[in-house]
């Protein structure tokens, strides 16, 4: 039987991934940071994440020893995780690399990754998870409510928060505990769940150039691989349009 680690709980907060680093300076571990509502929610570079009530925002500080070359496969390791969880919800849950998951062409999830590396080895990781579960789809701006859904919306009923949660820290355990071993069945359900697909994509890149492509794949090390011949990391990309 799974037992999940610690979940301390907030009812508003600023931000669960910067308060799980902060329990990590006072030297904890293996814990989860559970808010009703975050007031300063952050996505990949510092990209606002709106998370009112009825959400699930949660962030995991993990112990971990990864070689840091394979942050793009702990990534598509999240991902996976994230969405098999919302299909045994009965969802059709694919994944938008690198981080959003994606229900009936809109988002519904995202996934932050913060990493501490020590000694050229990744020794901590922070993996925030921003879920609209519980939410009328009329609580976000009006600007976003064209480009996202919610479990609610999307099932009509509301689903058990604590149960998720739970549902969703087990899988990211199964993978990441073992991510050498897990490799293959990572890869397998990674091109399975590609969202992208044959898609046309811009991408923003980290040297500040723009790049148009068409998706291809996801290789066995979490790159997105373009028809040009392209292997993404995330490391690369800034934004994805």
Not at 14 to 20: G, I, M, V
Not at 112 to 133: D, F
Request: proline content about 3%; overall charge positive.
């Amino acid at each position: 039987m799974y037992t999940p680690p610690p979940i301390i709980f907030y009812s508003k907060i600023n931000s669960t991934q910067d308060k799980a680093w902060e329990f990590y300076d006072k030297g904890l571990s293996n814990i989860v940071v559970l808010a009703n509502e975050q007031s300063m929610g952050h996505g990949r570079h510092g990209r606002k994440w709106f998370s009112p009530k009825g959400g699930l925002w949660f962030s995991y500080l993990k112990t971990v020893n990864i070689q840091p070359e394979l942050l793009d496969l702990i990534s598509t390791a999240c991902g996976v995780a994230v969405a098999l969880s919302l299909r045994d919800l009965n969802l059709n849950a694919l994944i938008k690399w690198p981080n959003d998951i994606i229900v009936n062409s809109k988002k519904i999830a995202g996934i932050l990754i913060s990493t501490k590396i020590m000694k050229n080895k990744i020794t901590a990781l922070v993996i925030g998870v921003g879920l609209n579960l519980n939410v009328n789809i009329n609580a976000f701006p009006g600007e976003l409510r064209e480009q996202i859904t919610t479990v609610l919306n999307e099932l009509k009923h509301y689903t058990d928060e604590l149960k998720t949660l739970i549902l969703i820290l087990q899988k990211l355990d199964e993978f990441l505990d073992n991510i050498i071993l897990n490799k293959a069945i990572i890869h397998k359900y990674a091109r399975e769940l590609n969202y992208l697909k044959n898609r046309p994509i811009k991408a923003l890149l980290i040297s500040n150039k723009m790049i148009e492509d068409i998706v291809k794949d996801i290789d066995e090390s979490g790159k997105l691989i373009t028809a040009n011949g392209l292997a993404l990391s995330i490391y690369d990309v800034v934004q994805l349009y």
